[in-house]
């Protein structure tokens, strides 16, 4: 470790290889199990217990850094493999094993973190890896390059035995429960997931290196499943990465169709496609930027969304509540909450020939889910309906959302104890296009589309813009101060400030032209409070430059034309076409009666 000790003896094993999947899964946000059979360690049992426990006392661990000052007096002692160690020590086997310098340190100060030990608060929660509620191995086939038949032939030259496929739910739960060496099973709601035996690890397989083998657990195999695409359908998948959703949904589609993967994280929109290129979905299209400046014109042919948000991850078996035992988590959940129903409403107004959409999370908490639901049914009226997913799975389901809540028993629950995979929620909205999508002026809703150029939505930026104006002509208000200095004007923060700067603009067919003029507005908070001061940036021809340009010289001796002349710009502003291509600009120069600019030769430059 890099500020670890120089030593002759070496620090066993299973404490360095627990100490970094402990750092990896605390700082990295990374998986558990995947760090844990990403290599082929000898004593994956023993990692797994000591890792979690480590995990699960982190807090209880800083305290004890914080009154033994360990890491102060010890400054080459690497943090991390002192948690594993001291886990160890008073949690664990209750002894250390080796000679090493970091383990002959921890044990060094025993007495004092044993003393400092019964003066904290704490609940055990430490857990057995053997009395841990296990779930099967979940493999799914990526049927783009493999059959279901073929995957399970070969599973059986491998010596694998395949158990007779169960018929109802409780049968299947029944083989899960006892399922071992060497048998595995095909599962009962998904025909390309296997089960295998838990702890089964693939990683050193060759189906799982070149793509063939996802290993995928089950309850994320739900929302592909269950939005069902038909082959040559068009689906948008709002946040994509990893990408386990995605190729599963291109695997339905067969790669006959499209599917916009949406991912605005650079780093993991890297390992979307990474996985799209490892399971050859060649109908995928990744898209790196944020799902929420799609522009709704250019994707309406949308035919199916799959809305999986960013959650607290509650329901995932191999995550535990790191550091937060005790602390509240009402805080985190509502602004999760409040991006979860942004994001769904946006799913369910702006794409008007989709015909179904999912809506999941990896978590068991109502304020993601439930109330999720309850908060957009009450936005779309008769325009969707909320299927019960019972008889889509032709009610061979256990577990599903509670009746006190508006959406009532339709929505799925799969809970770890009970189902043998990771806890999920899902919920399926289905069109009815015989009513038309009502008005919702909600965050998320019916969001006008944006215009090509612009990075705003310019009609429902001009209504606002007028709104406030005639809002600030009523309240009559006489702070206006004009100053101008390097071509800039500043009207007060109720009117419009109008900053002028050299912008690179850009053409609608994608050519970028250096305009020397200066062409950058923006909108104060009196005007557009919702776009967090966008900069509006516009196309105009240089003759409009200098028409704007001589009316910034006149206002300077009118003020008290400064409002009239606002309102009219952005009036003006309303009706023009912003989307110019610079073939076209000449012909909207005729038609508006402005002279084109007289140095053609820039212009021809330009064009070219």
Known sequence: MSNGFVHSVMVPRIYKTTANIVRRVREDGASLKTLIYEKNHPNISGIYGLSMNTLRMLHHLDQLFDKTHILTEQPRLDPW?????????????????????????????????????????YIETLISHKEKVQKPRYVRVNTLLLSVEEAISSFQKERWQLLPRSTTYSSYLQSLSQLSE??????????????????????????????????????????????????????????????????????????YGEVYAVEI?????????????????????????DV???????????EYILVDPTCSGSGIVDRPEQSNINKPVSKRLQNLQSFQVYLLRYALFNFPNARRIIYSTCSLHPEENEEVIDEVLADIGNAYSLVPVKQ??????????????????????????????NGFFVAVFERNFDVALP????????????????????????????????????????????????????ISRDVVELVVSQVENKVANG??????????????????SNFNHEEITLNRSEDIQKKISEDMKQKKSKKKKIRSKYENLFLAEKD???????????????????EPPKKKKKDKNLKS
């Open 81 to 121: 493999l002192a948690r594993v160690l001291i886990t160890e020590l008073l949690w664990g086997k209750k002894c250390l094993k080796g000679h090493s310098k970091p383990v002959l340190t921890v044990l060094a100060y025993e007495k004092k973190l044993q003393e400092e030990l019964k003066n904290l608060n």
């Open 182 to 255: 060497p048998y595995f099973i095909q599962d009962l709601h998904i025909p390309e997931v296997l089960a295998f035996p838990p702890l089964t690890s693939f990683h050193e397989h060759a189906g799982y290196h070149n793509g063939e083998l996802i290993l995928q657990d089950k309850a994320s195999c739900l929302s592909a499943h269950l939005l069902n695409p038909v082959s040559g359908s068009i689906v948008l998948d709002m946040c994509a990465a990893p990408g386990m959703k995605t190729t599963h949904i291109a695997a339905k589609l067969q790669n």
């Open 265 to 289: 994280d650079a780093k993991r929109f890297e390992t979307l496609f990474r996985q799209i290129k490892t399971t050859h979905s060649s109908c995928v299209k990744p898209l790196n930027q």
């Open 292 to 302: 929420l400046t799609l522009d709704p014109k250019q994707y309406s042919h949308v």
């Open 392 to 421: 889509l799975l032709k009610k061979n389901w256990t577990n599903f959302s509670s009746k006190r809540y508006n959406c009532g028993d339709k929505c799925l629950y799969s809970k770890p104890d009970i189902d043998f995979c």
């Open 439 to 490: 008005e919702c002026k909600r965050k998320g809703g019916n969001v006008n589309p944006t215009i090509a150029n612009l990075d705003i939505k310019k009609n429902d930026m001009v209504k606002k813009v007028e709104c406030k104006l005639k809002q600030c002509e009523k309240k009559k208000k006489k702070k206006e101060e004009i100053s101008t200095n390097d071509g800039q004007v500043k």
């Open 511 to 528: 050519i970028k032209i250096k305009k020397n003029k200066k062409d950058v507005r923006k909108i104060d908070n009196c005007s557009l």
């Open 576 to 594: 023009k076409e912003m989307k110019v291509s610079d073939c076209e600009e000449k012909e909207l120069n005729e038609e508006n009666k402005i």
